[in-house]
């Protein structure tokens, strides 16, 4: 099990008012329609999630790390669990021609208005109870997903993120904190977080799933 980093600099380009977050509007409403995963969340006003997540080809680089760091070729199975409007599977397709991709998410919209070149591979479904059969995939990926899940149903979901997949080839990055800005910072800006864990006690969490996978967090820095 290894920590590489993929995703921190993407998340690091992004310009967050994290006290302006948490004054203009009563968090835990604006929470709560979040954790809805509906157009208020995706495509909605800013507070209450992206703001409008559209493609902008910000993906393409992490595709191209990840393809290959992984040695993902052509006619190989992709499954990614969370994969939201499908931006990263998208990206993939054009990375490595040839390339199987499958797409799983809890949100019925994010399915719906996902990019249309890849939305006949996407299907509404739960990370803790993933409808696929052992080791049928050859990567596996989570990105900004599971820390949206209780321990328990995350424990769930990182043994079924093994299961599906062949040997170890995974990866998943969830959002975490170093020391105490950054953990206020969290606390100010999520939404729909509700594993609040330091690397160190994410890596308890990999190892009481038995989850031997990589991993990679983010941090609001």
């Given at each position: 099990m290894t920590q590489i980093d993929f995703i921190q600099k993407?998340?690091?380009?992004t310009k967050r008012d994290y006290i302006g977050r948490v004054l203009e509007a009563d968090?835990?409403?604006?929470?709560t329609i979040a954790k809805r995963f509906d157009v208020d969340y995706w495509d909605g006003?800013?507070?209450?999630?992206?703001?409008?997540?559209?493609?902008?080809?910000?993906?393409?680089?992490?595709a191209e790390e990840m393809a290959k760091h992984y040695g993902l070729k052509s006619g190989m199975r992709i499954l990614d669990v969370g994969c939201g409007k499908g931006f990263l599977l998208y990206e993939f397709t054009q990375v490595v021609p040839g390339i199987e991709i499958v797409g799983l998410d809890i949100s019925k919209y994010g399915i719906e208005n996902?990019?249309?070149e890849v939305r006949a591979?996407?299907?509404?479904?739960?990370?803790?109870?993933?409808?696929?059969?052992?080791?049928?995939?050859?990567?596996?990926?989570?990105?900004?997903?599971?820390?949206?899940?209780?321990?328990p149903d995350l424990v769930e979901a990182l043994k079924e993120i093994k299961r599906v997949?062949?040997?170890?080839?995974?990866?998943?990055?969830?959002?975490s904190y170093r020391n105490e800005r950054e953990k206020m910072n969290l606390l100010y800006w999520q939404l729909t977080c509700e594993s609040f864990f330091t690397p160190?006690?994410?890596?308890?969490?990999?190892?009481?799933?038995?989850?031997?996978g990589d991993h990679g967090y983010i941090y609001f820095e």
């Open positions: 993407v998340n690091a380009a968090k835990s409403e604006i929470a006003d800013r507070k209450t999630g992206y703001g409008g997540y559209k493609y902008d080809g910000r993906w393409r680089p992490i996902s990019k249309e591979d996407l299907q509404v479904g739960d990370a803790k109870s993933l409808p696929f059969k052992d080791n049928s995939y050859d990567f596996v990926v989570s990105l900004g997903t599971l820390h949206n899940l209780y321990l997949s062949k040997e170890s080839n995974n990866y998943v990055m969830v959002e160190h006690e994410w890596e308890w969490v990999f190892n009481l799933a038995q989850y031997q």
